[in-house]
């Protein structure tokens, strides 16, 4: 078990990320950058004339403190968009503004606050491999001790990474136990791009309803990024009967609006935590930005109008989405690179079985990657720096030492990328399955 020193917490936690590594060795030697998943273009235009509205009100109410807990106008927007859902409605979930919403610097801080409000010494925290690489971290700072679940990877299955990639149902049973304070759940999930049907949801509910302390928290940030609406729809967890009181549906700005420096982030649930999550928060950052909450509130009303010929802008965006993913997917097949299809998400996960590496590159110095370096950090570096000069991400950052052998076979792609950068990628990527 972790222990509850924040000495011993912060030396487990001083190696770099992933993250500090790969975009650096992009920059140096120029390659097209399909790694770290942040878009790079400006987010659209009704999004930047909400921050200059914001910006330009008139008086002080913008630019100063808000309520800690949420500013209000964005309260009213989310609750406002959470209860126009028809899944919410239909499962009787009413969002008030006042108590059951709550703000941070993005999902990232939302979701510390929600550890550090619930997590005891001694209480287990259970993670469905594979597991965006901050959710582990934030266990053992809080005290907790992190539980992993992998999920069964069989290709055989299909071509689509919601029949690629299984829940292990046995091996999650077996792992939550009365010590369980917390699942995190992540759908559209990052990084396979898997969305959690209504059955699996359901099977997950039956064994959340066993354990009473047990609370879900949902990742959900990349929720307007679904590419079969009809046939595999994204699906919250709080909206499973009996789930609501048991969930912390977590949100964010940055991946809808392509606005990830924005750094503004939601978690939406019962008074009761949300109250300790706002409490605490009054000690760490007393309040997020106003000028960010405002901007967003304002940009979430101006969402629901028509945009770009579709009946929303989320609608628009899900389409546009689609469009990169067919894209690269196409150029993926092209390069002899297997790739399993995501039903949402802006990532994809490739093959690399068949890729010759030089063994020297598994002996490079890297200030992200385990002593001896895995398979697929060594693909993706020398991806990066050699061949093709196409920056891509090793997924074993995504599992707990004992599962990271299940990465070595796969490198992600990510598609949030303009047209002539993905265009850019897929030429350089031209034959890279078929090199000896």
């Not at 610097?105 to 925290?125: C, H, N, W």
């Not at 928060?281 to 309040?287: D, I, K, Y």
């Not at 509130?297 to 101006?302: D, G, I, N, P």
């Not at 990532?347 to 697929?376: H, N, Q, W, Y």
Request: aromatic fraction near 10%.
């Amino acid at each position: 078990m972790a222990s509850s020193s924040s000495a011993n917490d912060l030396s487990q936690l001083s190696k770099p990320t992933v993250w500090h590594e790969f975009t650096p060795l992009a920059n140096e030697h120029n390659a097209v950058n399909l790694g770290q998943g942040f878009p790079n273009w400006d987010p659209p235009a009704f999004v930047v004339k909400s921050m200059e509205e914001t910006v330009n009100v008139k008086g002080t109410s913008t630019n100063q403190y808000c309520r800690p807990q949420c500013h209000l106008p964005l309260a009213q927007a989310l609750a406002d968009d959470y209860n126009s859902r028809p899944s919410w409605a239909a499962a009787g979930v009413s969002v008030d503004p006042a108590s059951n919403v709550v703000s941070s610097l993005g999902v990232t801080q939302i979701m510390y606050i929600a550890f550090r409000s619930l997590i005891k010494p001694g209480d287990e925290v259970v993670l469905l491999e594979p597991a965006f690489d901050i959710y582990a971290p934030q266990v053992l700072l809080t005290g907790g001790s992190p539980r992993y679940v992998s999920m069964k990877t069989d290709t055989k299955a299909g071509d689509t990474a919601n029949e690629v990639f299984q829940v292990d149902w046995d091996a999650l049973e077996a792992t939550v136990n009365s010590k369980t304070r917390v699942l995190v759940l992540n759908s559209p999930h990052n990084p396979t791009g898997k969305i959690f049907s209504r059955t699996e949801l359901d099977r997950l509910a039956g064994i959340v309803a066993k354990y009473p302390n047990l609370i879900v928290f949902s990742d959900e940030v990349y929720e307007r990024i679904v590419f079969d609406p009809e046939g595999s729809p994204h699906i919250s967890f709080a909206t499973i009967p009996g789930m609501w009181e048991r969930t912390l549906t977590m949100s964010s700005a940055g991946k809808t609006f392509s606005a990830t420096g924005w750094k503004c982030g939601w978690c939406v649930g019962p008074s009761s935590i949300i109250k300790l999550m706002a409490d605490l928060q009054q000690w760490v950052n007393f309040s997020t930005p106003t000028v960010t909450q405002d901007a967003v509130a304002r940009s979430l009303v101006k969402a629901r109008s028509p945009f770009e010929g579709h009946p929303n802008f989320y609608a628009w965006l899900a389409a546009d989405y689609l469009k990169r993913r067919d894209f690269l997917m196409r150029g993926l097949e092209e390069a002899g690179l297997p790739a399993i299809v995501p039903a949402g998400g802006f990532f994809i996960c490739a093959e690399t079985g068949g890729l010759k590496i030089p063994d020297e590159v598994f002996l490079e110095d890297s200030i992200s990657a385990p002593d001896p370096m895995p398979r697929d950090y060594a693909v993706a570096r020398y991806m990066t720096h050699t061949d093709p000069k196409v920056a891509v991400i090793p997924p074993s950052p995504f599992y707990s030492k004992e599962n990271k052998g299940e990465a070595e076979g796969y490198v992600r792609f990510c598609f949030c990328k303009t047209d002539d950068l993905l265009q850019e990628g897929v030429e350089r990527l031209k034959g890279m399955g078929t090199k000896e």
